[in-house]
């Protein structure tokens, strides 16, 4: 069975260095160090696995001050390994305005990026806050697509004050304007949105161009009614996600296969769903 994961960061120096002050933070949360990988190993860890990765840039560089992992960069590692690394996720920081949408402009049309990835607890936006509408406007003017994360996060986590971030910038209640501002442009919510699961999963249910991916959570910790609801009513939504290298794909792969889903409903989650939504055929 064809498997794409729609969340992969580049696991390299390059990405953890990004992370600036977070990368502590975030040990302590997943129970151990990040630990640099090389371009290769990492593709080598896709490659036993059996993905096709999607790569995430990340770019938080306003509001931490950390160089970024940029867009050039995971294009970079997407033309050396086009066997296992289908497509990426561009990386963007609305707050720097025009600079933003020129990035945005040139990773579509001269980088071939099929979206952009928003982090908005890091970021420090909500993705409904109208200044930053003319980012967006210009992604679903060029065909592009988004994933924004929903629900808590790892980074910053335990540190006095969260080291300025609010939890409340990624609800998923800022998707539902969205999407209802921009029926065109589609959006994949990343990870499973704890503490309003049911709140995203109605978001996901109400907004025809709204999808879900589970990345960055253990399979087997999924709430009991999104277990449900993912073989039933949300069976067309769901796509699969890992946030590379924050669990192992062993672990990943196996739990999703203990929830006891049947092999179509398997079959949309892992490659059908993003290849119908996405064009990842």
């Not at 001050?65 to 960069?73: K, L, S, V």
Request: include cysteine.
């Amino acid at each position: 069975m064809r498997i794409i994961d729609l969340h992969c960061y580049p696991g390299t120096q390059t990405w953890i260095d990004a992370q600036g002050p977070y990368v502590e933070a975030l040990a302590t949360y997943w129970k151990r160090n990040w630990v640099a990988k090389s371009e290769d190993d990492v593709v080598a860890e896709f490659t036993e696995a059996g993905v096709d990765a999607c790569l995430v840039a990340l770019d938080l560089e306003t509001t931490v001050a950390t160089p970024p992992c940029t867009n050039e960069y995971v294009h970079g590692m997407w033309q050396r390994h086009p066997d296992r690394i289908i497509q990426c996720w561009g990386a963007v920081e609305p707050a720097k305005g025009e600079v933003a949408i020129r990035q945005v402009k040139k990773a579509v049309t001269e980088l071939g990026f099929m979206g952009f990835h928003f982090h908005p607890i890091m970021q420090h936006f909500a993705v409904n806050d109208r200044r930053y509408y003319p980012l967006f406007e210009e992604i679903a003017h060029l065909g592009a697509a988004v994933m924004i994360d929903v629900g808590t996060t790892g980074m910053g986590a335990g540190m006095a004050g969260g080291m300025g971030a609010r939890i409340r910038h990624a609800h998923p209640g800022a998707i539902d304007d969205l999407a209802a501002d921009f029926p065109n442009l589609k959006i994949v919510m990343a990870h499973p949105g704890w503490p309003w699961v049911d709140e995203t999963t109605a978001v996901a249910l109400h907004k025809g161009n709204v999808y879900w991916e589970m990345s960055g959570w253990a399979p087997k910790y999924f709430p009991g009614n999104l277990k449900v609801d993912i073989r039933g009513r949300l069976q067309d939504k769901i796509m699969f996600g890992s946030d590379y290298p924050s669990l192992p794909y062993e672990r990943i792969l196996r739990e999703w296969r203990e929830l006891g889903y049947s092999e179509p409903i398997l079959e949309k989650i892992f490659h059908q769903n993003a290849e119908r939504v996405l064009g990842l055929a």
